[in-house]
C-alpha cells in the first residue's frame, strides 16, 4: 500500500530517449530525459577529470574541458584560484541547453598520469530507468 508522499514513476522509453517523471502526492517534482545521442561526459550527476582551457575573473568562473563538444563551466569561489591548464575532478551539476555548456561542481584537484593527459569520464550517470529508486 502506497502512502500520499511515495514517489510515482513514469517511464516511456522509446527508441533513442527514455523520459521518466516523478511524482510524489500527486505533484509532478522530476523529469528526467535520457537521449542516446547526448554526451555522456554532460548528463547530470557524471564525475570526469578535465583541463582548465580559460579562467574568466569577470565572470569568477573556469571553463572546463570534458573531452565533449562544449567546454563545461566551474563557478569560483572568491578565494578559489585555477591556472590554465590545470587538472580539475568535476561532477555535473546542470546539463548543458539553449547553446550553453553543462555546469559542474569542483571536487578537488584532478589525478592522472600526466599533467597534460586528456580529460577522463571517471563515473558515468546511471541511465533514467535506475534514478527514481534513488531518489525515492
Not at 500520499?4 to 530525459?33: C, K, N, W
Not at 569561489?77 to 569542483?106: C, F, I, M, Y
Amino acid at each position: 500500500m502506497t502512502g500520499p508522499t511515495d514517489p510515482e514513476v513514469f517511464l516511456d522509453d522509446t527508441p533513442g530517449e527514455m523520459r521518466g517523471v516523478i511524482a510524489r502526492g500527486g505533484r509532478y517534482t522530476h523529469l528526467l530525459i535520457h537521449r542516446d545521442a547526448d554526451a555522456p561526459q554532460h548528463r547530470l550527476g557524471a564525475r570526469s577529470v578535465g583541463r582548465v582551457t580559460q579562467v574568466n575573473p569577470g565572470l569568477r568562473g573556469a571553463f572546463v574541458d570534458l573531452g565533449a563538444e562544449a567546454d563545461a563551466f566551474l563557478p569560483l569561489g572568491r578565494n578559489d584560484s585555477l591556472a590554465q591548464g590545470a587538472r580539475v575532478e568535476v561532477v555535473v551539476v546542470a546539463e548543458p541547453r539553449g547553446g550553453k555548456g553543462a555546469a559542474v561542481r569542483g571536487l578537488g584537484a584532478g589525478r592522472g598520469r600526466r599533467a597534460c593527459s586528456n580529460p577522463v569520464l571517471r563515473s558515468p550517470t546511471p541511465c533514467a530507468a535506475s534514478r527514481p529508486a534513488r531518489r525515492s
